[in-house]
């Protein structure tokens, strides 16, 4: 057994047992510090009682997104100095081009994809993002991730098990790839509108 399946399963053995409560904590260690995302004790804890499900993605949802608060004031106060303990520098660039780009839009794509999101809501305060973007970013994407597990658990219990475990992440690339493009065409649209305006006023 590798040292991810180890870790694997020291979560499930230390968190399960206390169920919404451990799936809080897990939520909320995940967003700035612990690396097991939390949907491995969300999936679990939704097979074990799927008409719990919705409310263990809100739990969930509500805990990373606490989390992430937490972990942007990590980086609000503590800098690229701590960061760079947590992260390597390839990473804090990678952010770095993210935010550059896409601003507050990063934290959703983050917050949905494969990408690991404690990076970013460190980042977000090294690079002071605003706070309240941050959380509503952090809200739709968590959430949009979470909800999404819990409806695929209820409609067909362990049938779609293999499906998540198969395909989320490439599932996630596809909604972040979506995004990204949402925001470049929207972007490119509203440059049109300002081109034409400025045409105008000339």
């Known amino acids: ?4 399946e180890d870790l694997l399963k020291w979560t499930r053995e230390v968190f399960m047992p206390i169920g919404d409560a451990g799936l809080f904590i897990l ?3 995940e967003s700035s510090v612990f690396p097991v995302p939390p949907d491995v004790l969300l999936i679990a804890l939704a097979l074990a009682n799927p008409a719990l499900a919705l409310y263990y993605a809100t739990i969930a949802t ?8 937490a972990g942007y004031y990590i980086g609000l106060k503590g800098g690229r100095r701590v960061a760079r303990r947590i992260f390597s520098e390839h990473m804090l660039e990678r952010a770095d081009d993210y935010f550059k780009e896409y601003g507050v839009w990063a934290v959703l794509i983050a917050a949905f994809s494969p990408i690991p999101y404690k990076v970013f809501t460190i980042a977000s305060g090294i690079f002071r993002l605003n706070l309240r973007g941050f959380i509503v970013a952090s809200m739709i994407g968590r959430g949009a991730r979470f909800y999404a597990e819990a409806v695929l658990i209820m409609l067909w219990g362990e049938q ?3 499906f998540i475990d198969e395909n989320l992440e490439l599932v996630s ?4 790839l979506a ?4 925001i470049v065409l929207r972007r ?3 440059a049109k509108v300002g081109g034409s305006s400025d045409s105008k006023s000339k």
Do not use: E, K, P
């Not at 509500?62 to 608060?69: A, Q």
């Open 188 to 190: 490119r649209r509203l």
């Open 62 to 69: 509500i805990g990373s997104v606490l989390g992430g608060v």
């Open 1 to 4: 057994m590798g040292i991810v």
């Open 160 to 162: 779609i098990l293999s």
């Open 173 to 176: 690339i596809v909604v972040a």
């Open 27 to 29: 939520a909320f260690l």
């Open 179 to 182: 995004i990204i493009a949402y």
